[in-house]
């Protein structure tokens, strides 16, 4: 999907958001600025959750949401990689939440059933998404 806005990005998020059923990860990479909070923010929205509540959590490394469903939101950035740091993510990973990890590229094992989502950068306003299954 070509993506001409952080709106359209949004929205692109929201609707796959409102189609997740069970536990689901989504997992998000791409440069810095390409609009991964931005989709973290669909993704929330589609769960009940007020998108301007959503904010990259670089220091915290987590925060979690209520809403519609529970929505976990991690980001990776500070982290090489998290050989060894135990942030509790496979319990995450076992409850009926959703949990949208950025930076993904730094898990050192992707969760089983997660979805891949790669954005990158074609211009100033438009970006490309990716759409896979991880596993």
Do not use: C
Request: proline share 3%; no cysteine.
């Amino acid at each position: 999907m070509i993506s001409h806005s952080p709106d359209e990005t949004f929205e692109f998020a929201r609707q796959l958001g409102g189609q997740l059923t069970g536990s689901m990860v989504i997992l998000l990479s791409g440069d810095l600025g390409a609009g991964k909070t931005v989709f973290a923010k669909g993704i929330a929205a589609a769960l009940g959750i007020d998108p301007r509540d959503v904010t990259s959590p670089s220091f915290t490394l987590i925060n979690t949401h209520r809403g519609d469903r529970t929505f976990h939101h991690v980001d990776l950035y500070r982290l090489d990689s998290i050989g060894g740091v135990d942030l509790g993510l496979d319990e995450m990973f076992e409850s009926d939440a959703v949990t949208v990890i950025e930076w993904a590229e730094r898990l050192n094992v992707l969760p089983q059933g997660s979805i891949q989502v790669r954005i990158e950068y074609i211009s100033d306003s438009e970006r490309n998404i990716t759409v896979a299954d991880a596993i």
